[in-house]
C-alpha cells in the first residue's frame, strides 16, 4: 500500500485534513492495543485504491525557530517514509518564511509533493490569495477546505496519481523481506550491525528506487535476505515525543513492506504498553512476528528469570500468542546467531499451504470432539474448509449460518491447526461465508 505523509505548520489544518481522509475507516481493533486510535496513523481509501495515510506532525510548538525546526522534522520523516507529500499551507495566514524553506526540502528530495493550500472556504474570495502560493515553486497549489470538505476529491486525484503502479515487483520477489522495529533505544541499530555484519550485499541489479537506498540486502547461508529501512534506524532525534512518534512512523511503514517483523523488546526496562502498540502494528497487517528481548546481558539471572519475562511478555502481548520469544544480547552477540534460523521459520509458516483434505479432516475431527455452537434451536454446521492464500495463511471455512459462528469456535478450530502444523510465528486469519 502506498504511503501519503501530510506536512504543515501548526494551526494550518494538518489534523483535520487527516481526520476528513481517516473519516469513518478507523478502525478499532477490539483486541489489539490503541494503535489506531492515537491517530498517527490511518488506513484509508479513494476510489479503488486503499493507502497509508501518515501525521508527521507532533507536538505543536509556538515560537518561531522551534516551528522552523519541527517542520524539517516533519519533512524529513514524510521524505523517509513516503510515496507521496502533502504539504498543506493556510490562506488566510498566507504564504510565510518557514513554507518557502521546507518547500525547499521537499522539492529537493525529488518525492512527489501535492501542494495544498487549506481554509479556501469561499472560491471567489480567495482564489487570487491562492495563486501567490505558485512562488513555493512546488506546482499548482490546490484549494481545498477541509472543515467544509471542499475540494478534498480533487486533491485526492491529485495524490493518487503519483501512486506506484504496483508493488508486483516486491510482492514476486521471494527473499524474505525483513522489518526491525521497537522503541528507541532498544537496540534496533545493534541488531541490524549483527545480522548484516559482513554479509552485506552491494547490490545493482535492482534499478534504483528510492527505497532500495535505505534498504539492505544480505546473504546468508547462500540466500538472499532483504532489511528494510535500515537507513532510518540510524536517524538520532532530539525530542522525546518526537522519537515515539516517529518509532510508530516508521514501524508502519517498515511493517507494510515487510514478511517478518522483529518486534524488539528492552529486557533491562521489560516490556511496555508502547511495546504493544508497535508490536500491533505487525499484528493487525497479518504479518510474521518474532518478539526480541534484547540486551539479556543487562539482566540478573537465576532459573526462573526467563519463565518470568516470558509470562509479562504474553500478558502485554496477549494478542499475539502465535509468536516466539528469543532473549538475546546484540553486544555480546549471545543468541544472535539463531536470529537467521527464526526468520526463515516465520517465513516457511507465512508461506506454507496446507491440503484442503487434510484440513477438512481436521476440522471434521474437531466438531466431533467439541459440538459447535448453536442459538435457538438452530445449531451451527461446518462444511468446508480451504486454505485461500498465504502471507499470512487465510482460510475461508463454509458454514450454514456466519451469525452462528463465535469467535471462540473459529479459535478453536485454528488451535486444532495450530496442533497440527505449528504455523508458529504467524497470524493466522479466518474467513467465514454462508452455503445454504
Ligand atoms: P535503537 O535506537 O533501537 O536503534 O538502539 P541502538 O542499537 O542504538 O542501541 C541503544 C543503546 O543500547 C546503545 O548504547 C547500544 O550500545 C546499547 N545496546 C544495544 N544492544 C545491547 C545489548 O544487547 N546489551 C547492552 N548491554 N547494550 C545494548
Not at 528506487?209 to 538520532?236: M, P, Q
Not at 500491533?280 to 526480541?292: N, P
Not at 546484540?330 to 527464526?342: D, F, M, N, S, V
Request: net charge neutral; charged share 30%.
Amino acid at each position: 500500500k502506498p504511503i501519503v505523509a501530510i506536512v504543515g505548520r501548526p494551526n494550518v489544518g494538518k489534523s483535520t485534513l487527516f481526520n476528513v481522509l481517516a473519516g469513518e475507516r478507523i478502525s478499532i481493533v477490539q483486541d489489539t492495543p490503541g494503535v489506531t486510535r492515537d491517530r498517527i496513523y490511518a488506513d484509508c481509501t479513494w476510489l479503488d485504491m486503499s493507502y497509508t495515510l501518515i501525521d508527521t506532525g507532533g507536538i505543536e510548538p509556538d515560537s518561531k525557530d522551534i516551528i522552523l525546526s519541527q517542520m524539517r522534522e516533519q519533512a524529513e520523516i514524510a521524505i523517509a517514509t513516503a510515496d507521496v507529500i502533502i504539504f498543506i499551507t493556510d490562506v488566510r495566514q498566507g504564504l510565510v518564511d518557514a513554507d518557502s524553506k521546507v518547500a525547499d526540502m521537499l522539492r529537493k528530495s525529488g518525492k512527489p509533493v501535492v501542494l495544498v493550500v487549506n481554509k479556501v472556504d469561499n472560491f471567489d474570495k480567495f482564489m487570487p490569495d491562492v495563486y501567490e502560493f505558485y512562488n513555493l515553486g512546488i506546482g499548482d497549489p490546490i484549494p481545498v477546505s477541509a472543515a467544509s470538505r471542499l475540494g478534498i476529491g480533487d486533491m485526492l486525484d491529485e495524490v493518487s496519481k503519483y501512486f506506484p503502479n504496483s508493488s508486483k515487483e516486491e510482492e514476486e520477489d521471494e527473499r524474505p523481506r525483513i522489518a526491525i522495529v521497537g522503541k528507541p533505544n532498544v537496540g534496533k541499530s545493534s541488531i541490524v550491525n549483527r545480522l548484516v555484519g559482513e554479509n552485506r550485499v552491494i547490490v545493482s541489479d535492482v534499478a534504483g528506487t528510492t527505497r532500495d537506498a535505505i534498504d539492505t540486502t544480505v546473504r546468508y547461508n547462500k540466500k538472499e535476505y532483504v532489511f528494510i529501512d535500515t537507513a532510518g534506524l540510524r536517524r538520532k532525534n532530539k525530542i522525546k515525543e518526537e522519537i515515539e512518534r516517529y518509532s510508530i512512523i516508521r514501524a508502519v511503514t517498515a511493517v507494510e513492506r515487510a514478511d517478518v517483523v522483529l518486534v524488539v523488546i528492552d529486557a533491562s526496562e521489560g516490556v511496555t504498553e508502547q511495546d504493544a502498540k508497535i508490536a500491533g502494528i505487525a499484528h493487525e497487517r497479518g504479518k510474521g512476528v518474532l518478539i526480541v528481548v534484547n540486551k539479556w546481558d543487562l539482566v540478573e539471572k537465576n532459573d526462573k528469570t526467563m519463565k518470568e519475562h516470558t509470562n509479562k511478555i504474553r500478558e502485554v502481548l496477549s494478542f499475539m500468542p502465535y509468536a516466539e520469544i528469543l532473549f538475546i544480547s546484540a553486544e555480546t552477540g549471545q543468541r544472535t546467531g539463531k536470529l537467521y534460523e527464526y526468520i526463515d521459520m516465520i517465513m516457511e509458516n507465512q508461506t506454507l499451504r496446507v491440503q484442503t483434505g487434510v484440513l477438512n479432516e481436521i476440522m471434521t475431527e474437531a466438531v466431533a470432539m467439541q459440538q459447535p455452537p448453536s442459538d435457538k434451536g438452530k445449531r451451527l454446521k461446518l462444511y468446508y474448509i480451504t486454505e485461500v492464500s498465504v502471507k499470512p495463511p487465510t482460510f475461508v471455512i463454509f458454514v450454514n449460518d456466519k451469525e452462528l459462528m463465535h469467535f471462540s469456535y473459529t479459535r478453536y478450530i485454528e488451535n486444532k491447526i495450530r496442533e497440527a502444523f505449528g504455523f508458529r510465528g504467524t497470524s493466522l486469519k479466518f474467513i467465514i461465508r454462508e452455503r445454504k
